[in-house]
C-alpha cells in the first residue's frame, strides 16, 4: 500500500506491519519517558554529557527509490569526506549514490556509484570512509548475498564486509575484497528475524590517532547467542592497499581471532537472542573524534526486538579506540517519544495527513505541533553525529554537531566535558 500526499483521514491508523515491542533495559539503564529533547539518563560520573535541542531540518539528499515512491531513501550510515572546498557524502540503497556541495545543506549533483563490473549488480552500501593525506579516498562496504537461506530472495541474508579504495572522491572504486565475515556455516534459516541469519554488518570504521590501526566496530548477527552485539576488529593501516587476510577480531581479550570465518566477543553483547522474537541488542554503531572532549563518541542503535525496533539512541565514550573494554556504559539520549518527534515529516491540514511519498510501515499521526508522526520500525535507525563545520564529517566534530538518523536532523547536539555547566 502506497501513501502519497493525497493524504489520510485524521485519526487513520495505518499499520501496514503490526508489530510488538518488548521493553528491555541496559544493565543499570533505565528508559526514560519525557518528550524533550533532553539527554534520556544521566551519564556516570566524571563523563560528558550532551544536551539536544530543536533546529532547522537538515535532508540528506539520499537515493530516489521509485518502485518504493521514495524520494531521500537512506539506508545505512552515511559517510562523508571534504577535497577542498568540496564536501562529498554516500547515501545507499542496496547501491550507494554520491552527491556533493559546499556544506552539508547544499549537496547535489546526485550520481550512481561505479563499484566496477558484477559489483554494480550486487546488494552494496558503503557505510564508511577515510580519506588518505595523498588524496586516496579508502572505503567499506556492507554485502548482502542473495540465497543464503532460500532460493531466489534476498532475504534472509548474511552480511559481510568488504574493501574498496578510489582515487576520484568515490565515484569509481576498485575492489580488494571481502576483509571481515562470520563462519558461513554460522546460519539460523529458522530465525524470528526478518532481515538476517547471521552475517556481520551495519558498521563504521575509524583509525587510531596514530594512524596505527583501522578499527572496525560493527554488529555480529550470529545465531550464537554469546557472539552476537557489537564487535570489533582491527587492520593495520599500513596494510590499507593489501587488506585480504590482514584483519583480526578481539576474542576473549585479544586480537586472536582471523576477520574471515573468526570468532568475536562483542563489546557490548547481545541481552537477549536476536533471533528470537524478543531480541535485545545494541547495534548499528556510528563513532567520530570530538576535538572538544578530546575522546572518541560512539552512538548506537538499541534494539528491543528481532525486527530492530527500538527503545532509544544511546552515547558511550572511550579515550583510545583500540581499547575494547574502554567504553563507558552506554546511556540513552533520546528515548522512543523524542524519536518520533525529531523525525516527524508532513503537515496536517483540513483533517488530512499530509506527507512525502512512500511507503511507510506501522502508524501515522499528527504531531503536537501540526506535523506527522510517522512511528515505523525503521524509525531512528543509523544514528550519526555529524560536524557541520568545515573540515568535519561523521568521523570528526567539535562541541556542537548534528544528530541525524536515518538521513535527516531536527537535532543540534552539544557536548558537554564531566564537570561542565550545562545552561
Request: charged letters at 20%; proline letters at 7%.
Amino acid at each position: 500500500m502506497k501513501l502519497t500526499a493525497q493524504g489520510v483521514r485524521l485519526g487513520t491508523l495505518i499499520c501496514l506491519i503490526a508489530s510488538i515491542c518488548f521493553l528491555c533495559l541496559y544493565d543499570g539503564v533505565a528508559p526514560a519517558t519525557q518528550l524533550e529533547f533532553k539527554s534520556a539518563a544521566k551519564p556516570e560520573s566524571g563523563l560528558p554529557a550532551v544536551a539536544l535541542r530543536e533546529a532547522p531540518l537538515i535532508q540528506m539528499p539520499g537515493v530516489e527509490v521509485p518502485e518504493r515512491s521514495l524520494d531521500h531513501e537512506t539506508d545505512s550510515n552515511n559517510p562523508l569526506h571534504w577535497d577542498g572546498d568540496t564536501l562529498y557524502l554516500f547515501n545507499n540503497a542496496g547501491h550507494p549514490w554520491r552527491t556533493s556541495g559546499p556544506d552539508i545543506e547544499h549537496l547535489g549533483g546526485r550520481i550512481s556509484v561505479d563499484l566496477g563490473g558484477q559489483n554494480n549488480k550486487l546488494q552494496v552500501w558503503i557505510e564508511s570512509t577515510w580519506k588518505d593525506d595523498d588524496g586516496t579516498l579508502y572505503g567499506a562496504y556492507h554485502f548482502e548475498p542473495d540465497s543464503v537461506c532460500f532460493s531466489n530472495q534476498h532475504i534472509l541474508t548474511a552480511p559481510r564486509i568488504g574493501w574498496i579504495r578510489s582515487r576520484d572522491n568515490g565515484a569509481t572504486w576498485e575492489d580488494l575484497g571481502f576483509i571481515i565475515y562470520a563462519d558461513p556455516c554460522a546460519i539460523n534459516c529458522q530465525t524470528n528475524s526478518p532481515w538476517d541469519s547471521g552475517g556481520t554488518g551495519d558498521f563504521v570504521f575509524i583509525p587510531d590517532r596514530q594512524k596505527q590501526y583501522f578499527y572496525f566496530y560493527g554488529t555480529s548477527y550470529d545465531p550464537r547467542f554469546e557472539e552476537q552485539g557489537v564487535f570489533v576488529a582491527r587492520m593495520r593501516y599500513e596494510d590499507r592497499n593489501n587488506p585480504s587476510g590482514k584483519v583480526m577480531k578481539w576474542y576473549n581479550g585479544g586480537w586472536t581471532e582471523p576477520g574471515l570465518g573468526g570468532h568475536v566477543t562483542p563489546v557490548f553483547p547481545a541481552q537477549r537472542d536476536y533471533h528470537k522474537p524478543d531480541g535485545c541488542m545494541f547495534w548499528g554503531p556510528c563513532i567520530h573524534w570530538n576535538t572538544y572532549l578530546n575522546m572518541f563518541v560512539m552512538v548506537l542503535n538499541h534494539a528491543i526486538d528481532t525486527k530492530l525496533n527500538e527503545d532509544g539512541i544511546y552515547i558511550t565514550y572511550n579515550r583510545d579506540v583500540g581499547d575494547p573494554g574502554g567504553w563507558s556504559e552506554p546511556h540513552m539520549i533520546l528515548d522512543r517519544p523524542g524519536i518520533l518527534e525529531a523525525t516527524r515529516l508532513g503537515k496536517v491540514e483540513g483533517g488530512m495527513l499530509l506527507i512525502p511519498r512512500g511507503v511507510y510501515y506501522g502508524e501515522l499521526r499528527p504531531s503536537k505541533d501540526g506535523m506527522v508522526i510517522a512511528d515505523t520500525v525503521s524509525s531512528g535507525w543509523y544514528p550519526q553525529v555529524i560536524g557541520t563545520a568545515k573540515g568535519e564529517t561523521d568521523k570528526l566534530c567539535g562541541r556542537t554537531g548534528r544528530l541525524f538518523m536515518t538521513g535527516s536532523s531536527r537535532l543540534e547536539i552539544t557536548f558537554f566535558k564531566p564537570g561542565e555547566k550545562q545552561p
